[in-house]
């Protein structure tokens, strides 16, 4: 059985940092695949892809975040990170990781069953 398992998030200032991180467990591992952060922000019915690490370690992110997140991966650990800085309240979402199959972000699907996810809330 496939486990996904975030963790890190918080309540945070506006311009403070925090640092997400995913691990997987179960009989399923990173390596072969793309990871990813997805956020679901209130009010909204649908995650959206805000960064990706292939297996090359290219890094990927959408334009709200980039410049400011920051994704990486260990592959002995079953793990995959996202360093958040200068958070503004518009980064408030529950986030979730997931592995990844797809050419670019927009044609990114997921490919495990979604983990409980970590809420971050930045607000003064």
């Known amino acids: 059985q496939v486990q996904l398992e975030e963790s890190g998030g918080g309540l945070v200032q506006p311009g403070g940092s925090l640092r997400l991180s995913c691990q997987v467990s179960g009989r399923s591992i990173f390596g072969p695949y793309a990871v990813g952060w997805y956020r679901q922000a209130p009010g909204n019915d649908q995650r959206e892809l805000i960064a990706?690490?292939?297996?090359?370690?290219?890094?990927e992110y959408d334009s709200s975040v980039e410049g400011r997140f920051s994704i990486s991966r260990d592959n002995e650990k079953n793990t995959c990170d996202l360093q958040m800085d200068n958070l503004q309240p518009r980064d408030t979402a529950v986030y979730y990781c997931?592995?990844?199959?797809?050419?670019?972000?927009?044609?990114?699907?997921?490919?495990?069953?979604w983990g409980q996810g970590t809420q971050v809330t930045v607000s003064s």
């Open positions: 997931n592995a990844l199959h797809g050419l670019t972000m927009a044609t990114s699907v997921p490919d495990y069953p």
């Open positions: 990706r690490i292939l297996t090359t370690n290219r890094a």
